[in-house]
């Protein structure tokens, strides 16, 4: 059964800090990971979506990785921003599965 | 840029009554989803369906709750008899081949 754990739940940054998220998955057959933002009672934005054949995606000031054979995922987020107030999200898709397994989300607080 | 919807954004109802909400997936989707959040908790997988039938369902999903896409836009979750525990977020999501998965802004269903 995937399991997808996110540390730390939280975490308080100053603006401008350079940011590194970190999802794990204890079952490495993935078809794909995608990472999340969820505003405050809002839904679920997607950011990124890496293929199990990639190893990173960017866009803009965002960059996801994977690594399956360790059962890892990173999400850099460059130049922080009190915008990018926020929890996010990593959920993966497992084969054989249509479903995505979610973490429970890292609450991130840029302060100004 | 296409979007799920999803009505109402938030439905109070009383224990034991039945509940539709609906959702509209982006329009050349094939394939759609219900994930619920209960509050403080992860996303939950319920159900996926595609080509007019249930693909795949947790086991969350049990008699009371079932799908339907009456018509080539509307995709619905109906809960026959409500229960305090099916207090949630529930979210409508739809993907193209499976793929990359666009969440709607989920409805909040409050049983009292």
């Known amino acids: 059964k995937q399991e997808v754990t996110q540390i730390p739940a939280a975490l308080s940054v100053p603006e401008g800090e350079n940011l590194v998220l970190n999802c794990s998955f204890t079952d490495s057959a993935i078809y794909n990971l995608q990472w999340f933002r969820q505003d405050p009672g809002k839904g679920l934005t997607s950011l990124l979506l890496i293929q199990s054949s990639q190893r990173e995606q960017t866009s803009g000031r965002l960059n996801a990785s994977l690594d399956k054979s360790s059962g890892r995922s990173t999400l850099y987020i460059a130049a922080s921003q009190p915008g990018d107030s926020a929890t996010y999200l990593c959920a993966v898709g497992t084969t054989g599965s249509e479903k995505l397994v979610f973490g429970k989300g890292m609450k991130l607080t840029v302060n100004p | 840029e296409p979007e799920v919807t999803q009505t109402p954004s938030h439905q109070v109802t009383q224990m034991g009554q039945e509940v539709i909400l609906r959702c509209v997936p982006i329009s050349n989707h094939l394939y759609f989803y219900w994930y619920r959040q209960i509050l403080g908790q992860k996303v939950e997988f319920l159900v996926s369906f595609y080509n007019n039938e249930i693909s795949e369902k947790s086991e969350i999903f049990d008699d009371q709750f079932s799908v339907e896409r009456p018509d080539g836009s509307n995709f619905t979750l109906k809960i026959r008899s409500t229960k305090l525990e099916d207090s949630a977020m529930y979210f409508c999501?739809?993907?193209?081949?499976?793929?990359?998965?666009?969440f709607g802004p989920g409805t909040r269903l409050t049983v009292t």
């Open positions: 999501a739809s993907s193209d081949r499976g793929n990359e998965q666009y």
